[in-house]
């Protein structure tokens, strides 16, 4: 254990949760905004080392581990605490609502400073269970159930990480939360909690189910920390784990095609973190020094954008009180501020150069090229196009400008605007000066992004998807006329693709987003019903049957006792006699 | 201090026999019961600070001569597996007092006397070092549990209260036999601690174990001998369902450590997969029955059975996790499943429902209710940070030790009992408010808070601080378990050739 004292970010948000209640009025806002920046300061006064060793049933939990990875996400989720906070400040009296984000916070950095697994479960319940009420707290029926299935997939996660943890306790004695093998039962569990966290496919249903039912400010706060706390401990803990590749670039594609088939604004960013979140799980399992510094980063500012992007839609819902591409439309006339800023966030997430996604998503594009991954890096480039496709044309076509549906609104309140402001700082800042974030990553950088080679090549994808987009907008259209004409070919074709995704693709995802249902909580509910039967029939059936039956002989033999000499005299006579015939006979 | 178990004992008793002689207005008997149950209380808590947690011995031993003809004596004795279940019996006795307050109306004297004397037995069984004094605190337990079933009870009282008092006492019976078995093996002695350590025939091993196994499986309950518990907690007063969830399940648990295995550690270690099985059973199926629950305490009284299979598994995995687990999962239940009982009878209080779907919306109307709630429901699922985790932590650690499979089994039974819990939880918290509720629902009052409060504080004093509670039953665990741990296991041969 380090000696020297060091504040632990998370106990600062957990006092301030506990505070809050007691905080009234103005102040409040205030206390909000303080809480980030103690953390922050405790942060950056810490020096690394391993603090707050404990001994807990003989193992040691260690909950303040700092070194550079995990400083660089302390960083940014405090930063993102702090911009989330501010996005919040317009809503009054929300004091539930408040203290569930500070713990959710809180717990996230709890499990990034811990260094053991058993700390690491006991912050992800942590978080598990104050993030649901980010989801419950928008209290309409939609999100109550959806809160309930977040939490129950999230509690089979958090089970298989606990049976890894005492399987892994029990077979190794050790618990430290360090690079592990998976060569076993244990380890296996533990990657299979991280992975229901990070949402893998066919894991992922929950996110994109949950994080559109969220509160406005909710959604933002979620799109942060849980998935981006599993990336941490995919880094942490399996480091160049090959599996994990395929099965990053496998939910980069992922993300992307569900996220055609979305009319729901929040819904479509939040396949795209399915998406980008398989960007870093690639880079994990790529596991050289290249690839974890850039699976780092990519979390480091795809927090910001993702941030931003969910603060945009979320200033739209709060405005418009609608949330359909199809409802919306012409808004740049009213929110040209919240447009501008929306797109700063699309051009992040798309990698433009001067952004920063491009500073971040190419280097873990760079390792993929040096750990020779062609199959890979195609299909990490497929998803870049795929992003800015969605999340930089369509949805802002859809939302600001495309066909007018006649919403007038004003701006958001201003603190909105400063919160989406101040992550868009950000996300031009890193982009124009990645030095800043390379100099907090894990390892050493000897990497350039702004080579011509780089830019001309990205800018060549964008451009290209682009093109295509204008040309599909057409098609695209919810009305198209009908014309035969000689482009009848390549507009059956387009709708063919389109017929594609719209049927076989989406029964296929609403399989899979009912998987649970028809899998699990549907029998669950069938078995209940018949365990029940037999418990009443059969266990309970038994013991009050045998109660019954002798209830009735009883009442039946009572007759024997009539009372009168001679029944008893003969009853004797008989009784004796048998005995005595037995006697003789046997 | 020498005699304070003797005194433990005979406080309330003799408390009860002079409530009954004396006559006075019902607020006079309700707070003498109450002082009484305090003074008893903080008696338990001066034996934990004198308990010398170094050994396995027994501490603060008394022995009488009650019976010389038959060697039967007065003997009370504590170590570290009984010592918690005394001072957890002597915090929920005040807690049942105060929870009956407003709520029993009718021969308040006779109840509060019920509950004393209950007190003064069930604390006789924790301590009692001599076989038929276990035995007579035993039985003396059902009779005023049985009142309080059959007189303070709901509209079904007397076929719950029969048959909470039948079945019980047909494991009794068994017990009888193994006792009287014991004694003509054992040297003729009833000496709890004589009649361990000594090599029965393998005969006798297994036909004890299993008279052993039937009574404390009832009274637990475990699967499938569980159905009297649902039923009697359905009818009971709160009073009568803390003590019962609280208390009189963890006599089950209590019989299979103190006297199951040390005294027949070859059938145990024989028939421990047997046993093991059946506790992951009961896991699972007390938590799907829970579900299909509409009645809270019906409810509770499920997931009981489900929450105690945690301690048959966690005893019968046979290592010092999986015991010590297990004696703090008992420890942890009683204090989280006396206080949701509470909690239902003061929701009943207010609005004479027990309805999972009247109990929604109550947040807005009362928070602190809803607070601790939402406390319990989390220790009830063993959210980490709570008192249930270390328990149920341990007892897994201990299961996978064991046995793989059923340990996975088990884990599944925490995703269950946070799925119950939950519902409830969130529909309390997020539901409507009922609108056929004709009177406004109030808040806790200072009285129902008085009570609450401990078992708040001692869900996180566990949850925070599992080691001083854990090193009180070390030295008494690890000599428990190489009692056992010298046995080898019965042969089937053995058993089959009878005497």
Known sequence: MTEGFFLHPAAVFFLGAALLPWVRGRLRGVTLLLIPVLAGLALLAASPGVYGVYAFLGQELILGRVDALSRLFGVIFILMAFIGFVYGLHEKGKTGHCAAALIYVGGALGVVFSGDYISVFIFSEVMLFSSVFLIWLQRDAASLAAGFRYILMHLFGGVCLLGGVVIQLVETGSTAFEPTAVNGIGPILILIGFLVNAAVPPLSAWLSDAYPEATVTGAVFLSAFTTKTAVYCLIRGFPGTEELVWLGAVMAIYGVVYAVLENDIRRLLAYHIISQVGFMVAAVGMGTELALNGASAHAFAHILYKGLLFMGAGAVIHMTGKRKLTELGGLYRSMPITLTLYMIGGFSISAFPLFSGFVSKSMVLAAAQESHLTTIWLMLMLASAGTFLHTGLKLPYYVFFGKDSGIRVSEPPANMLWAMGLAALLCVGIGVAPQTLYALLPYAVDYAPYTTHKVVGTLQILLFTALGFMLLLKQLDPEPKISLDTDWFYRKGARGLLWLAAHPIARADALLGEAYLTLILNPTERLVQWLWVFERRVIDGAVNGAASVTHAYAFRMRRIQSGQLQHYALAMVVGVSVFLVSLILF | ?499
């Not at chain 2, 005394?86 to 006795?93: E, G, K, Q, R």
């Not at chain 2, 029965?200 to 699967?223: C, G, H």
């Not at chain 2, 803390?242 to 006297?259: T, V």
């Open chain 2, 1 to 499: 201090m020498k005699y304070a178990l003797s005194i433990l004992i005979f406080l309330p008793l003799a408390g009860a026999v002079i409530l009954g002689f004396i006559r006075g207005n019902d607020r006079w008997v309700r707070w003498s019961a109450l002082g009484l149950s305090v003074a008893n209380f903080l008696l338990s808590v001066a034996v934990l600070f004198a308990f010398n947690t170094a050994t396995h011995e027994m501490q603060f031993v008394e022995r009488y001569p009650w019976a010389p003809s038959f060697n039967i004596e007065f003997a009370v004795g504590v170590d570290g597996i009984s010592i918690l279940l005394v001072l957890l019996t002597t915090l929920l006795c005040p807690i049942c007092v105060l929870a009956s307050w407003t709520a029993i109306t009718s021969r308040v004297k006779e109840f509060m006397i019920a509950i004393l004397v209950m007190e003064a037995a069930m604390i006789g069984t924790f301590v009692a070092l001599d076989f038929i004094l276990f035995f007579v605190f035993w039985e003396a337990m059902l009779i005023p549990m049985y009142l309080i079933i059959g007189v303070w009870g709901g509209p079904n009282r007397i076929y719950s209260a029969i048959k909470f008092f039948l079945y019980t006492l047909a494991g009794s019976l068994l017990l009888l036999v193994a006792i009287i078995v014991l004694y003509f093996a054992g040297g003729h002695t009833f000496n709890i601690q004589s009649l361990m350590g000594q090599s029965y025939s393998a005969t006798v091993q297994f036909w004890v174990f299993w008279a052993f196994f039937i009574a404390f499986a009832i009274k637990i309950p475990m699967f499938p001998l569980h159905t009297w518990l649902p039923d009697a907690h359905v009818e009971a007063p709160a009073a009568g369902s803390i003590i019962l969830a609280g208390i009189l399940l963890k006599m089950g648990g209590y019989g299979f450590l103190r006297f199951c295995l040390p005294m027949v550690p070859q059938a145990s270690l024989t028939f421990s997969p047997i046993i093991m099985t059946l506790s992951v059973v009961a896991i699972l199926y007390g938590a799907y029955m829970a579900l299909a629950q509409t009645d809270l305490k019906k409810l509770i009284a499920y997931s009981s059975v489900s929450h105690m299979g945690f301690v048959t598994l966690g005893i019968f995995v046979l290592n010092s996790r999986g015991v010590e687990g297990a004696i703090l999962q008992m420890v942890n239940h009683g204090i989280v499943t006396g206080a949701l009982f509470l909690a239902i009878g003061q929701f009943y209080d207010r609005t004479h429902s027990r309805l999972v779907e009247d109990f929604v919306g109550i947040a807005k109307p009362m928070p602190i209710y809803a607070t601790l709630w939402v406390t319990f429901s989390f220790a009830s699922f063993g959210f980490p940070g709570t008192n249930s985790f270390i328990g149920e932590f341990l007892v897994l650690v201990g299961a996978f030790e064991r046995h793989l499979l059923l340990a996975a089994a088990a884990t599944l039974g925490l995703i269950l009992s946070a799925f119950y819990m939950l519902r409830i939880v969130r529909q309390a918290l997020f539901g409507p408010v009922v609108k056929s509720l004709s009177t406004p629902l109030a808040d806790l009052n200072i009285r129902e808070l008085v009570a609450v409060i401990p078992l708040v504080a001692l869900v996180f004093a566990i949850g925070l601080y599992p080691g001083p509670w854990l090193s009180v039953m070390h030295a008494s665990v690890n000599h428990l378990l190489a009692q056992v741990g010298a046995a080898a296991p019965l042969q089937i041969t053995d058993v089959l050739t009878l005497p």
